[in-house]
């Protein structure tokens, strides 16, 4: 093999649960990931529990004002201190025997408890995690030695400074989808353009194919691109200037003069992720260029499902085991690289 057509990753990383265990521990704990907007959690009580990755977690805003991030798990018998899905609540009342815990996370009540049975409360307090904002997206990490959110963001924050910034526009709507593929599956059609003109032929239409100049920045922790939408096909939806960002792993960012979307692509299972992209918008600005927002949602769902479809048969395709791996091009395919190269590097010394 050449040296410039590298090697895909190995088919079986694909489906395989024990790379999914290893992918757990050394990529998705060790990574921010959004998982809520600050406008959802603007209250004291407001709250919002998802999956992230293996683990249940819980974000709410706290009596002090002070937005605090749990493990959903409770200190008895691991029980679930809330459903899946937003809501307010003064106290966490855990779902199982209703063991008590104020939303800092202290444990308060133990109902059921007889004399004899006392436990000592502050040794059971919830499990916290780190919870972090930026331009109104509010993220969590798993690990205490990761860096801080900026640093994690690193060069996206300087270079999206020229795009206004999400409290000034109108929070827009959101797509939610469960895409039954592997998270690489989506990484690696996610960050090239190769497949633009095939798979997307409206948006294909509206850009020039050297406007797909997909680049590694900071040794491919993102990879991005400048978007000169041209509106070649008469597409006013896309019509201006932006920024696209993939951030290792699972964070999609594009900005642009009116409107920025952000999307988080979520491991849930081997064979399945779960997508959610939210949409702010400047009315105004989007107005005088004559772009309807609603337009532009339904304009950005349809290039989500073509990208869905397209790697829910490529993953039908690496399930089959036909195919052991293939090549990239280093010219069309450099973001897909970079990607492949990070996971390699975080799980390469991991296996046996
Ligand atoms: S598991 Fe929570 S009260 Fe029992
Ligand atoms: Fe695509």
């Given at each position: 093999m050449s040296e410039s057509t590298p090697t895909t990753i190995?088919?079986?990383?694909?489906?395989?649960?024990?790379?999914?265990?290893?992918?757990?521990?050394?990529?998705?704990?060790?990574?921010?990931?959004?998982?809520?907007?600050?406008?959802?959690?603007?209250?004291?009580?407001?709250?919002?529990?998802?999956?992230?990755?293996?683990?249940?977690?819980?974000?709410?805003?706290?009596?002090?004002?002070?937005?605090?991030?749990?493990?959903?798990?409770?200190?008895?018998?691991?029980?679930?201190?809330?459903?899946?899905?937003?809501g307010r609540c003064t106290d966490f009342v855990c779902q199982y025997h209703g063991w008590r815990y104020d939303n800092s996370g202290n444990l308060l009540k133990?109902?059921?408890?007889?004399?004899?049975?006392?436990?000592?409360?502050?040794?059971?307090?919830?499990?916290?995690?780190?919870i972090a904002c930026w331009n109104q997206m509010v993220f969590a990490c798993l690990d205490s030695d990761a860096p801080e959110l900026l640093d994690w963001l690193g060069d996206i924050v300087p270079r999206s400074a020229r795009f206004p910034v999400?409290?000034?526009?109108?929070?827009?709507?959101?797509?939610?989808?469960?895409?039954?593929f592997n998270w690489k599956t989506y990484g690696d059609n996610s960050c090239e353009g190769y497949h633009v003109s095939r798979v997307h032929r409206n948006l294909g239409d509206s850009m020039g194919r050297e406007e797909f100049n997909i680049k590694p920045y900071q040794n491919g922790e993102f990879v991005g691109f400048d978007v000169s939408y041209s509106s070649k096909s008469g597409d006013q939806t896309r019509d201006g200037k932006g920024f696209w960002v993939y951030k290792f792993p699972g964070l999609l960012l594009h900005f642009s003069e009116y409107a920025c979307n952000?999307?988080?692509?979520?491991?849930?299972?081997?064979?399945?992720?779960?997508?959610?992209?939210?949409?702010?918008?400047?009315?105004?600005?989007?107005?005088?260029?004559?772009?309807?927002?609603?337009?532009?949602?339904?304009?950005?769902?349809?290039?989500?499902?073509?990208?869905?479809?397209?790697?829910?048969?490529?993953?039908?395709?690496?399930?089959?085991?036909?195919?052991?791996?293939?090549?990239?091009?280093?010219?069309?395919?450099?973001?897909?690289?970079?990607?492949?190269?990070?996971v390699r590097n975080a799980l390469e010394k991991h296996l046996r």
């Open positions: 190995p088919q079986s990383w694909y489906s395989c649960a024990d790379i999914f265990a290893l992918e757990n521990e050394y990529i998705f704990r060790k990574h921010w990931w959004m998982i809520a907007r600050e406008d959802q959690l603007a209250n004291a009580g407001d709250y919002v529990a998802t999956t992230l990755a293996k683990w249940p977690v819980v974000i709410i805003h706290d009596q002090q004002g002070i937005l605090r991030g749990f493990h959903n798990v409770c200190r008895h018998r691991a029980g679930p201190l809330v459903r899946d899905g937003r133990t109902p059921g408890l007889k004399a004899g049975e006392e436990i000592d409360l502050e040794e059971f307090s919830l499990f916290p995690i780190r999400n409290n000034t526009m109108e929070y827009h709507g959101e797509i939610l989808k469960t895409g039954a952000a999307e988080s692509v979520i491991p849930i299972a081997p064979n399945q992720v779960q997508i959610t992209r939210w949409f702010w918008v400047d009315r105004t600005l989007a107005n005088e260029r004559n772009i309807s927002p609603e337009k532009m949602i339904t304009s950005s769902a349809q290039v989500m499902d073509e990208d869905m479809e397209i790697c829910s048969l490529v993953q039908r395709n690496l399930n089959t085991g036909i195919y052991q791996s293939g090549h990239l091009s280093p010219r069309e395919e450099v973001g897909t690289i970079y990607f492949q190269q990070l």
